[in-house]
């Protein structure tokens, strides 16, 4: 497979991403210096994406001892960066974000910026949760 994607005038200007690398752009150019972390299958991706960034700007993992620890983390977090703080956390697919409901409401009901990255499986593996009833909704 290639890593660049050939334009309509076939030009091959254009450089393929990963959605991790686009997320991980996207949330450096909002000034984001940190995410609280709990590391599960469907979101190590990301956070590998994340952890192998050497720039002098690259963003920080803090990992936490659950996914509640890390929602109230990150609101906290961007409580104490002021108004152009913005709390990042990042868990996996199921109870990992089940556990972030309340966290993430009162972020909410507050007016406190939080971004959520919920890791999640593709197609083919959620077809495979389906079959072994593991889907969660």
Known sequence: ASNLLESETGNQNYQRITVANYLSSR??????????????NYVAPF????SEDKS????????????????????G?????????IGVVAVT??????????AVKGSFVEQIPIIVINGAPT???FKNLFHT?????
């Open 27 to 40: 949330l450096k150019s909002l000034g984001v210096k940190r995410i609280f972390a709990v590391a599960g």
């Open 93 to 102: 697919y199921g109870v990992g974000d089940h556990s972030l409901l309340n």
């Open 77 to 85: 977090y961007a409580r104490a960066q002021g108004h152009k703080g």
């Open 56 to 75: 002098p700007d690259a963003i920080t993992i803090t990992g936490t001892a659950n996914e509640i620890i890390a929602g109230y983390a990150a609101d």
């Open 123 to 125: 197609n083919k593996e």
């Open 133 to 137: 009833e593991l889907v969660y909704t």
């Open 47 to 50: 956070l590998d994406t994340v």
